[in-house]
Nanobody, 123 residues
Framework: QVQLVESGGGLVQAGGSLRLSCAAS?????MGWFRQAPGKEREFVAA????????SYADSVKGRFTISRDNAKNTLYLQMNSLKPEDTAVYYC???????????????????WGQGTQVTVSS
């Protein structure tokens, strides 16, 4: 069983930056970040392969967000720059329980989820 704990959320002004972290207990493979705004479905933000060599981003965050991982620390990161009010959401990290050939960009593709961390961007 894998447990995921996110941290690093908070309140920031538009144009600012935040770095989210996701500490994992147990072995993880592909990992990703998702977000959910009030009244909306959970949506894909970014994904990364098990060794970190391959990444994928939603068009809405491409060029502003960077996903990375430190497998020695068993930690996933999301560096968020040039934040916009529309980035406001609860951000969740997710992990698969085995290796996948392709990066996983859908919620149903992940086996484990964190509890989420709130990110609020003020205008």
């Amino acid at each position: 069983q894998v447990q995921l704990v996110e941290s690093g959320g908070g309140l920031v002004q538009a144009g600012g930056s935040l770095r989210l972290s996701c500490a994992a207990s147990g072995r993880t493979f592909n990992m990703g970040w998702f977000r959910q705004a009030p009244g909306k479905e959970r949506e894909f933000v970014a994904a990364i392969s098990a060794r970190g060599g391959t990444t994928s981003y939603a068009d809405s965050v491409k060029g502003r967000f960077t996903i990375s991982r430190d497998n020695a620390k068993n930690t996933l990161y999301l560096q968020m720059n040039s934040l916009k009010p529309e980035d406001t959401a609860v951000y969740y990290c997710a992990a698969t329980g085995n290796t996948r050939i392709m990066l996983v960009v859908t919620t149903r593709g992940y086996d484990y989820w964190g509890q989420g961390t709130q990110v609020t961007v003020s205008s």
